[in-house]
């Protein structure tokens, strides 16, 4: 992990999209410790934003640097694979190094449960778990609070507020508690 | 019928090939369907047959054919511009049709067809054990390094698929166990013992692990019993052996959840 306050990642200018720009001249600059949070209305590139920095063939003009050896995480918008796999909570953790010390007790206790035998919330705070507890630098989470209950809200909140020290997080949601909770750094997208 | 038969030392090589075939099969179908490329099963054993035969037109041994055939129908398949089922059902017509072609114009091919179609086991020798060993072996290896992989694409697919060297060397490894297989249990057995108790173990298995274990019993379990009942029937394996593994398949228990009961679904 690196120092709190460290540069992990910095993009300047960035083009993002497909076959044509879906947002163009973005500046960003990730820092261990701290969450930025990406707002804006829907179709206004956030998800791609959060693809582009791990997919080249995404980014479209500007420049990108990453940290050497940066390692980064990403947790997709749409849960994805789980259905009709044998696989159980603890065997999610295992894929992606993340730890179960930490993870929220109603939670702790389905950790042998197969993934598509667990309701909405729990299968969608275990992906996130799997991500956020795992050993990356920087953290990309799109609309972690997905399908949360209270519950998983505030616990999602309670992270987001104090994110481990080392890693970056950057964060795209429509919620505004989970705004407010990691409100370190904002930018906005405009439509 | 004589039961004797089944404790006969002419058959212990056959047997021992079979096994080996029965307890790999499984697994290799367990990671294809993780891939959504059960499919594949299917049509890589017709390319591979359609090799296969021309390899025996050619005077190659049987199990070099096989091997051979299965690799290029590996290759084809890596080659895909959009792997789909769709153009795994074209690899099977293409493999059924080049078949046939072969069988119907050339002697030697045909008497190589009864092994491949109707899965004549009990007259393999050693270069089949040993094959089968190697893909075995090969495909251990293989999976010890690319199963977190493999796994973490399908549930995270946003992390990235695994390399390009894993994926290729997974796609051989496919692609020279079913041709190995094809030759000794024939197609159709290879394809029942890489569908069916993957297929059934992703229904009922509370985790990976158990998957696993679970696809090896019932391949295991399925092949002593064909084997048994092919031999005592007088019988090609090939059906015994599709017959045995649906029925095991069926057979097999459901997993029940944590609480004893039924497990709740979504």
């Given at each position: 992990?690196?120092p709190?306050g460290?540069v992990?990642?910095?993009?300047?200018g960035?083009?993002?999209?497909?076959d044509?720009?879906?947002l163009q001249g973005?500046d960003?600059?990730?820092v261990?410790?701290?969450?930025t949070?990406?707002?804006?209305?829907?179709?206004?590139g956030?998800?791609?934003v959060?693809?582009?920095?791990t997919?080249?063939?995404?980014?479209?003009?500007?420049q990108l640097?990453?940290?050497?050896?940066?390692r980064?995480?990403?947790?997709?918008?749409?849960?994805e694979?789980?259905?009709?796999l044998p696989?159980?909570?603890?065997e999610?953790l295992?894929?992606t190094?993340a730890?179960?010390?930490?993870?929220?007790?109603?939670l702790?206790?389905?950790?042998d449960?197969?993934l598509?035998?667990?309701?909405?919330g729990?299968?969608?705070?275990?992906r996130?778990w799997?991500i956020?507890a795992?050993?990356f630098?920087?953290l990309c989470l799109?609309e972690?609070?997905?399908?949360l209950?209270?519950?998983?809200?505030a616990?999602?909140?309670?992270?987001?507020h104090?994110?481990?020290a080392g890693?970056a997080?950057?964060?795209?949601?429509h919620d505004?508690s989970?705004?407010d909770?990691?409100r370190?750094?904002?930018?906005?997208?405009p439509s | 019928?004589?039961?004797?038969?089944i404790?006969?030392?002419l058959?212990?090589l056959?047997?021992?090939?079979g096994l080996?075939?029965?307890?790999?099969?499984?697994?290799?179908?367990?990671?294809?369907?993780?891939?959504g490329?059960?499919?594949a099963?299917?049509?890589?054993a017709?390319?591979?047959?359609?090799g296969?035969l021309?390899?025996?037109?050619?005077?190659?041994?049987a199990v070099?054919?096989?091997?051979g055939?299965?690799?290029?129908?590996?290759?084809?398949?890596?080659?895909?511009?959009?792997?789909s089922d769709?153009?795994?059902a074209?690899?099977?017509l293409l493999?059924?049709?080049?078949?046939?072609?072969?069988?119907s114009n050339?002697?030697?091919?045909?008497?190589a067809?009864?092994?491949?179609f109707?899965g004549?086991?009990?007259?393999?020798?050693?270069?089949?054990?040993?094959?089968s060993?190697?893909?075995?072996?090969?495909?251990?290896?293989?999976l010890v390094?690319a199963?977190?992989?493999?796994?973490r694409?399908r549930?995270h697919?946003?992390?990235g698929?695994p390399?390009?060297?894993?994926?290729?060397?997974?796609?051989?490894?496919?692609?020279?166990s079913?041709g190995?297989a094809?030759?000794?249990?024939?197609?159709?057995?290879?394809?029942?013992l890489?569908?069916?108790?993957a297929?059934r173990?992703?229904?009922?298995a509370?985790?990976?692990?158990?998957?696993?274990?679970?696809?090896m019993?019932m391949?295991?379990?399925a092949?002593?019993v064909?084997?048994?009942?092919a031999?005592v029937l007088?019988q090609?394996?090939?059906?015994?052996?599709?017959?045995?593994?649906?029925a095991?398949?069926?057979?097999?228990?459901?997993w029940?959840?944590?609480?004893?009961?039924?497990?709740?679904?979504?």
């Amino acid at each position: 992990m690196m120092p709190t306050g460290t540069v992990l990642l910095r993009a300047q200018g960035l083009s993002v999209g497909y076959d044509r720009p879906l947002l163009q001249g973005l500046d960003l600059q990730l820092v261990a410790g701290r969450v930025t949070t990406l707002l804006g209305p829907n179709g206004a590139g956030k998800s791609t934003v959060l693809r582009a920095l791990t997919e080249p063939r995404l980014r479209l003009a500007g420049q990108l640097w990453q940290a050497p050896g940066l390692r980064l995480g990403h947790l997709a918008q749409a849960a994805e694979g789980q259905a009709e796999l044998p696989l159980c909570g603890r065997e999610l953790l295992a894929l992606t190094g993340a730890s179960a010390d930490g993870l929220p007790p109603w939670l702790a206790d389905c950790l042998d449960a197969r993934l598509d035998r667990l309701s909405g919330g729990q299968l969608q705070y275990l992906r996130f778990w799997s991500i956020a507890a795992a050993p990356f630098d920087v953290l990309c989470l799109d609309e972690p609070g997905n399908n949360l209950d209270a519950r998983g809200l505030a616990a999602l909140r309670a992270w987001l507020h104090t994110p481990p020290a080392g890693q970056a997080v950057v964060l795209v949601t429509h919620d505004d508690s989970l705004v407010d909770a990691a409100r370190q750094s904002v930018i906005r997208i405009p439509s | 019928m004589n039961i004797d038969l089944i404790f006969d030392p002419l058959f212990r090589l056959p047997f021992l090939t079979g096994l080996l075939l029965a307890v790999w099969l499984p697994v290799l179908g367990l990671y294809l369907r993780l891939r959504g490329e059960w499919l594949a099963v299917l049509g890589m054993a017709q390319l591979a047959s359609a090799g296969a035969l021309g390899g025996a037109v050619l005077g190659l041994p049987a199990v070099v054919g096989g091997a051979g055939a299965g690799l290029l129908a590996a290759l084809a398949k890596w080659g895909l511009k959009r792997p789909s089922d769709s153009a795994y059902a074209a690899m099977l017509l293409l493999g059924w049709a080049a078949a046939v072609a072969v069988m119907s114009n050339h002697p030697l091919a045909e008497q190589a067809a009864g092994a491949v179609f109707d899965g004549q086991l009990y007259f393999t020798g050693g270069g089949h054990l040993a094959a089968s060993a190697a893909v075995l072996g090969i495909g251990v290896l293989v999976l010890v390094r690319a199963h977190r992989a493999m796994l973490r694409a399908r549930v995270h697919p946003a992390l990235g698929p695994p390399g390009a060297a894993t994926r290729l060397a997974f796609d051989l490894v496919a692609g020279a166990s079913v041709g190995v297989a094809i030759l000794s249990l024939g197609v159709m057995a290879s394809f029942a013992l890489a569908f069916v108790p993957a297929w059934r173990a992703f229904a009922t298995a509370p985790s990976w692990r158990s998957a696993l274990w679970r696809a090896m019993a019932m391949g295991l379990t399925a092949y002593v019993v064909g084997f048994a009942l092919a031999l005592v029937l007088d019988q090609p394996f090939g059906p015994a052996g599709v017959a045995a593994v649906l029925a095991v398949a069926a057979l097999a228990p459901p997993w029940r959840g944590l609480r004893g009961g039924a497990s709740r679904r979504r």
